[in-house]
């Protein structure tokens, strides 16, 4: 599974940005697919994810103002980003997950908030 993400860019504080991603090569055993994203000087940490049986998850300093969303025709997942703030900086890598915790990810996109 290849993964390519796209989107980031630098918005101003109150902002919104969409990332997307797309997916290719054998998608059929992909259970879920998820964005991650890693601050300046910090760990990767999980903010979004969505299963094939429609579950969601998401970080709490994100719940309300991100939304991920999924287009399977196209094999592609996307994060709407809205009221960005300084904090929400990092660069957001996209996963596809399948069984037996196996996990794939895409080169990462940057998102910079900032007046």
């Known amino acids: 599974v290849q993964l390519v993400e796209s989107g980031g860019g630098l918005v101003q504080p109150g902002g919104s940005l969409r990332l997307s991603c797309a997916a290719s090569g054998n998608t059929a055993s992909v259970i879920a697919m998820a964005w991650y994203r890693r601050p300046p000087g910090k760990q990767r940490v999980l903010v979004a994810k969505t299963s094939n049986d429609g579950v969601t998850y998401y970080a709490d300093s994100v719940k309300g103002r991100f939304t991920i969303s999924r287009d399977g025709a196209k094999n592609t997942v996307y994060l709407q980003m809205n009221s960005l703030q300084p904090g929400d900086t990092a660069v957001y890598y996209c996963?596809?997950?399948?069984?037996?915790?196996?996990?794939?990810w895409g080169r990462g996109t940057q998102v910079t908030v900032s007046p």
């Open positions: 996963n596809a997950e399948e069984p037996a915790d196996l996990n794939y």
